[in-house]
C-alpha cells in the first residue's frame, strides 16, 4: 500500500521543487523550506546579535532538539548530545570510554566500513556476527550463543546498513545482549526517522540529514547513565554548527507531527514499492526481500558487469536522466558486500510514475 496521499503531498509540497529525480535520502534527504529558513535565520541572528549572543538566545531550541532526539531514540534529554555526523558521535563514544585495546567488538554482519576503521584506531578486534539468510539479518540463535559462550567486551550493531535495504533485529539484539550483561550500541544512522529506534541501546548514535531530512554537519549520541566515567553532557562539541541543530530541530517536529508510526510504514511501503517495479528491469536484481519493511532497495547488476560499469551506470542515471541514485561500492560493508550496486532510497513523495521512469532509465543505460 503507497503512504496516504496527504502524507506524501505534506511531504512533498513542505519542500522546494527538485531539479532532478531525487531517490537518495539514504545519502542526504531533502530539506524542508521551514528547516531551510531556520538554519538562515538563525545565521541572520548571528550576524546581528554575535554567534555566541545567538546561541545563548536559542538554548531553549537546542534543548528541545535533544529531548526530540531523546524520545525518539529511547534515552533521557540530559542523556542526549549532538554531535556533528554519526561517525564522529562514534568516535566521541569510544575516546570516552577507552575500552582496552584488544577488546572484541561483535558486530552486524553489514557492519558500516567507516565503523570498522574507528574499532581499529582504538586496537579493537571485530567479529561478525553470523547471518541467518543469504541477505544477512542476524542470526538471533547463533548470537545468544555466542554470547553465552565468549562475551565480547561490546555488541555493535548496524540496525539499517548503507549497503543494503535490510533491517535487523535490532531490539531482539538489544535484549540478547543486555541479558548476557554485554553492552551494546546501535548505530541508528540510516534507522532515524526511517524504523522505530527506541530501542533501549547502551548507547545510540544518527544523523540529522538522511531521513529526518535535517541540516547536514548535525549528528546526536545518547549514552545510558553509568555506561562512561565521565558525564555524558562534556561529550558534546561547543564549537558547533548551531544553525544547522536548530534546522535539525524544525525536521524533528515536522517528523513527529507526520506521527513517525505513519512516516515508518509509508516508507517501508515505498520500499516495497520500489522492489516491485525495478526487479527484473534489464536484468537488474533486487537484493532486499520485497516485503523488508525499509525505504531502501539496491540493485545489483547483470551478469558480467563490473563496479566501474555500476559506477558509470550511476553517473548516467543523474547527468543524461536526470534520476539521484548512489552507487554503493564494497568499502560500505567490507565484511559482507562483495559488489557495488546501485541504492535507491526514495522518501515519502515518490510516486509510481517516479519509479516507472527510473526503470526506464535504468534501461537506457544498461
Ligand atoms: C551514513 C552512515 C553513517 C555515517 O553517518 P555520518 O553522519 O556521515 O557520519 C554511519 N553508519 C551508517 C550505516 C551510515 O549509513
Redesign the pocket.
Known amino acids: 500500500m503507497p503512504p496516504p496521499p496527504e502524507l506524501a503531498d505534506a511531504w512533498r509540497t513542505a519542500r522546494p521543487e527538485p531539479d532532478l529525480l531525487h531517490l537518495d535520502s539514504?545519502a542526504a534527504g531533502r530539506s524542508s523550506r521551514a528547516v531551510l529558513s531556520a538554519v538562515t535565520a538563525h545565521l541572520e541572528r548571528e550576524a546581528r546579535t554575535g554567534g555566541y549572543v545567538a546561541a545563548a538566545q536559542a538554548a531553549p531550541e537546542l534543548d528541545r532538539v535533544r529531548a526530540d532526539l531523546a524520545g525518539l531514540l529511547g534515552h533521557a534529554p540530559q542523556d542526549t548530545v549532538l554531535t556533528e555526523?554519526?561517525?564522529?558521535a562514534l568516535s566521541v563514544l569510544l575516546e570516552a570510554w577507552r575500552l582496552p585495546p584488544g577488546s572484541t567488538v561483535l558486530v552486524s554482519p553489514g557492519e558500516?566500513g567507516?565503523?570498522l576503521a574507528r574499532f581499529a584506531r582504538w586496537g579493537l578486534v571485530v567479529e561478525a556476527m553470523a547471518t541467518a539468510d543469504a541477505v544477512g539479518h542476524v542470526d538471533l540463535d547463533a548470537l545468544r550463543a555466542r554470547l553465552a559462550a565468549r562475551p565480547p567486551a561490546l555488541v555493535h550493531l548496524?540496525h539499517?546498513?548503507?549497503h543494503r535495504g535490510v533491517v535487523q533485529p535490532a531490539a531482539e539484539v538489544v535484549v540478547l545482549a543486555r541479558a548476557a550483561g554485554v553492552p551494546v550500541v546501535v548505530?541508528s544512522?540510516?534507522a532515524l526517522g526511517h524504523v522505530d529506534t527506541a530501542l533501549g541501546a547502551d548507547a545510540v548514535y544518527a544523523?540529522s540529514?538522511?531521513w529526518l531530512a535535517g541540516p547536514r554537519g548535525v549528528?546526536v549520541l545518547a549514552v545510558r547513565p553509568g555506561l562512561l566515567d565521565v558525564p555524558t553532557a562534556g561529550l558534546e562539541s561547543a564549537e558547533a554548527f548551531v544553525a544547522g541543530r536548530i534546522g535539525l530541530g524544525v525536521a524533528l517536529a515536522e517528523h513527529l507531527a507526520l506521527d513517525p508510526s505513519r512516516v515508518h510504514a509509508g516508507l517501508a511501503a515505498r520500499g516495497r514499492a520500489t522492489r516491485e517495479a525495478l526487479d527484473g528491469t534489464a536484468g537488474w536484481r533486487t537484493v532486499e526481500p520485497v516485503d523488508e519493511p525499509s525505504a531502501t532497495t539496491t540493485l545489483a547488476p547483470p551478469v558480467g558487469w563490473t563496479d566501474a560499469g555500476v559506477e558509470t551506470a550511476q553517473q548516467q542515471l543523474r547527468v543524461e536522466h536526470g534520476v539521484l541514485v548512489t552507487s554503493a561500492g564494497v568499502w560500505r560493508a567490507p565484511l559482507e558486500a562483495t559488489r557495488t550496486v546501485l541504492r535507491v532510497s526514495p522518501h515519502l513523495d515518490a510516486t509510481a510514475e517516479d519509479l516507472d521512469r527510473l526503470a526506464r532509465a535504468l534501461t537506457a543505460v544498461s
Open positions: 539514504a555526523s554519526a561517525v564522529s558500516y567507516p565503523n548496524c539499517l546498513g548503507s548505530d544512522a540510516q544523523t540529514r538522511k549528528g
